[in-house]
């Protein structure tokens, strides 16, 4: 499909992935950000993750719109998990480029402006944004270093600003050309969220490396002016879901350098624990010095968060090794008459 397409040559569908009635004001709020874009979308996907009465009452509440060709709703095509209800996406998609929203999201009015302006180069595949947290208590918990926002779905410190080149792009917002699936297959199941389950991820990460191979030449961005407000439930301001947080990610990062190799897979992981997190540390002890608030908390979970993801990658690795757990992906297939998955890489199956 040419990015042409039937869409024409800025279009965008975007995709947002729901699973549950318990975010259902979320999902509208997400819902209601997308349709005020100062450039509008083609469509709005929502795919819902098996979910049957979610889907009706989402099918009943955008009735009109979908009569209108604005809104659709989908069910997850795939097994249950936000990889597959993301190539659900994918595949129904009619736009040029496809943009992913998550439902506890929202977006302000021209973060699709600030993703069609980064494809003016075509050799840009994918652009991403920065995604801001909004803490249910109101304000960042005083432990909570910023280097780790990314436990929370978030822009973490440490990433360049502006819009700047980067390995890959971060899932809940980010955006790609639709050829770019055409080349690289979908996103890969086994890795990603599955609902309430434990938080694993990196399925993007494992995508965009596996889009630069395929793409010699390819071009990803992020531009921080393309900017999301995620919202932190209270429950993920606790330290337990840090830790577990860090912990799953470390499992994670074991599939993705055993799929891809080490050598890119943990490519900038080396210099944000190199860099960024001993920096953080210091930061930390210097508030602490100065009787700041949460400076040694902050220290602290950084020393922490690095402990238990690096126990995780071992854990990961070793169950790897083992054919423990197993992750594929594949071509995205038409809407009407979903594939079945397979690997698309000699090596994609772990």
């Not at 095509?77 to 659900?88: H, K, V």
């Not at 502006?162 to 980010?174: E, I, S």
């Not at 190799?261 to 930061?283: H, I, M, N």
Request: positive net charge; charged residues 25%.
């Amino acid at each position: 499909m040419s990015d042409q397409g039937l869409a024409g040559e800025r279009a965008f569908s975007v995709v947002i992935c729901v699973y549950t009635e318990d975010r259902w004001q979320d999902i509208l709020a997400a819902v209601d950000s997308v349709r005020a874009q100062t450039l509008p979308a083609l469509e709005t996907l929502l795919v819902v993750d098996h979910n049957e009465r979610l889907r009706d009452r989402l099918t009943a509440t955008y009735r009109d719109a979908t009569a209108r060709g604005e809104v659709r709703v989908l069910a997850n095509a795939g097994p249950r998990g936000l990889s597959a209800g993301r190539n659900t996406g994918i595949a129904a998609a009619r736009g040029a480029f496809v943009a992913f929203l998550d439902d506890d999201a929202v977006a302000e009015r021209d973060w699709l402006h600030w993703f069609a302006a980064g494809y003016d180069d075509p050799r840009v595949m994918a652009v991403g944004g920065r995604t801001l947290p909004a803490w249910a208590s109101g304000r960042r918990p005083a432990w909570f270093p910023g280097e780790f926002d990314w436990v929370v779905g978030c822009t973490y410190r440490g990433l360049p600003p502006g819009r700047v080149r980067v390995r890959n792009v971060l899932g809940g917002n980010a955006s790609f050309r639709r050829t770019a699936f055409d080349a690289a297959g979908g996103f890969a199941t086994g890795i990603g969220r599955d609902g309430d389950r434990r938080p694993l991820g990196c399925e993007e990460t494992e995508l965009c490396i596996r889009l630069a191979n395929a793409v010699p030449g390819a071009v990803l961005l992020i531009d921080d002016r393309a900017v999301i407000h995620h919202k932190v439930p209270a429950a993920r301001e606790r330290f337990g879901y840090f830790r577990t947080r860090t912990y799953a990610e470390g499992l994670s990062k074991a599939l993705v350098a055993r799929s891809v190799g080490a050598s890119k897979g943990l490519e900038a992981e080396r210099r944000y624990t190199t860099r960024v997190l001993p920096a953080g540390v210091l930061r930390g002890l210097r508030d602490a010095v100065l009787a700041r608030p949460g400076g040694a908390g902050r220290a602290g979970a950084i020393v922490a968060g690095v402990a238990t993801a690096a126990a995780g990658y071992l854990r990961g690795t070793l169950r790897a090794r083992r054919g423990g757990t197993t992750f594929s992906s594949g071509p995205i297939a038409p809407p009407e008459a979903p594939a079945r998955p397979h690997d698309a890489l000699p090596g994609a199956a772990v």
